[in-house]
């Protein structure tokens, strides 16, 4: 028992660790990819290459004074930053980076809640909470534009993650089980993204306005000139919601991985287990780098098609993609 708590805290800092990690120096990926998709240079003063840029960064916002509004909730106003960014890492305890190997004299599984029969349904509803940090950040400011910020959020979260939970069903189905080990090992031969093309595309764009990312970045509103729902947060607390937005990113590029790309497998991954890793490692950084290149590609879409667009296209796409997946499945006499 002992053991098994160590072995748990021990993953749960890796998480943590790797969760910020990433967070701090996808920053500094996505200003260097913009910067040359710009023709420009990008971070170079701190350290090497600006490898050091994020550190500074952190710093800097670290120092920072952090206000807090007078007529704010102050309570649920500290909360709000942690409620978002708690479910972002609590994602990372189901999905496989791995398969199993053998350290200190005993197997050893490559993520946190191995096994889980219902991975899946477990996946849905962390991510779901995320909302609630959102709207409790834009009520708790006591600032209008703030609360219409975080309305607009919820509303868009909620909108898109409809289509998103069908695209994933449509690969629940596919595999016949919500164990994401499973679902991994259904890859073997060939992966979900040539079987189910279509459930990967509405992922790929529901994932975007899950995170508020560019072209979907809809909290944040030209016409109001503000920042959305944390337009009243500095220092630290900002540095939160910062962090929870490519945390979020980086969760989203993993599941997406995970479900469509074959996960941790790969060629000679049985022979040689630590290959898992990196190419789970590797299909993670490709989605990532794909968001950074959707932000430098497309301009942000008005808010009324936004949301058109999700509830009169993805949703009954979505929805259609299932019923043909569910029949084909029938048809062939099922998984």
């Known amino acids: 028992m ?10 749960s800092f890796f998480i943590f660790a790797v969760g910020m990690g990433g967070f701090a120096y996808m920053t500094w990926i996505e200003r260097k990819f913009l910067a040359r998709l710009q023709n420009r240079y990008g971070p170079n003063r701190a350290g090497p290459f600006g490898l050091l840029q994020p550190i500074a960064d952190g710093l800097k916002l670290f120092f920072k004074e952090e206000i807090t509004p007078a007529g704010a909730d102050k309570v649920i106003f500290t909360l709000a930053p ?16 791995g398969g199993t190997i053998y350290l200190f004299g005993a197997e050893r599984h490559l993520v946190l809640a191995p096994g889980l029969s219902v991975g899946i349904l477990y996946v849905l509803a962390i991510t779901s909470i995320a909302v609630y940090g959102i709207t409790m950040a834009g009520w708790s400011s006591n600032n209008k534009y703030a609360l219409l910020g975080g309305l607009r959020s919820c509303a868009q979260m909620i909108s898109y993650e409809l289509a998103m939970g069908l695209a994933i069903l449509a690969v629940v189905l596919t595999a016949g089980t919500l164990n994401i080990d499973k679902i991994i090992a259904d890859q073997d031969h060939v992966w979900h993204i040539f079987i189910q093309p279509v459930a990967f595309a509405i ?7 899950e995170v508020n990312r560019a072209p ?9 000139l503000t920042a959305g729902y944390h337009t009243e947060y500095s220092g630290m607390k ?11 990113m980086i969760a989203v590029s993993a599941l997406g991985a ?27 950084l490709l989605a990532l780098v794909v968001f950074v290149w959707i932000r430098a590609t497309l301009p942000r879409i008005r808010y009324d098609r936004l949301m058109a667009f999700g509830w009169k296209v993805l949703l009954p796409l979505s929805l259609a993609n299932v019923l043909a997946t569910a029949l084909v499945i029938l048809v062939l006499g099922g998984k």
């Open 2 to 11: 002992v053991d098994l708590l160590i072995e748990a805290s021990i993953k």
């Open 216 to 224: 979907f970045d809809l909290p944040e509103a030209e016409q109001e």
């Open 82 to 97: 942690v409620v978002t960014l708690l479910p972002a890492l609590l994602v990372f305890a189901v999905i496989p980076i």
């Open 258 to 284: 995970t479900l469509f790309l074959g996960g941790w497998r790969g060629p000679f991954v049985d022979q040689v287990p630590l290959l898992g890793p990196a190419y789970f490692a590797l299909k993670t």
């Open 203 to 209: 992922y790929l764009i529901t994932s975007i306005a």
């Open 238 to 248: 900002f540095a939160l919601f910062f962090a929870a937005e490519y945390i979020k």
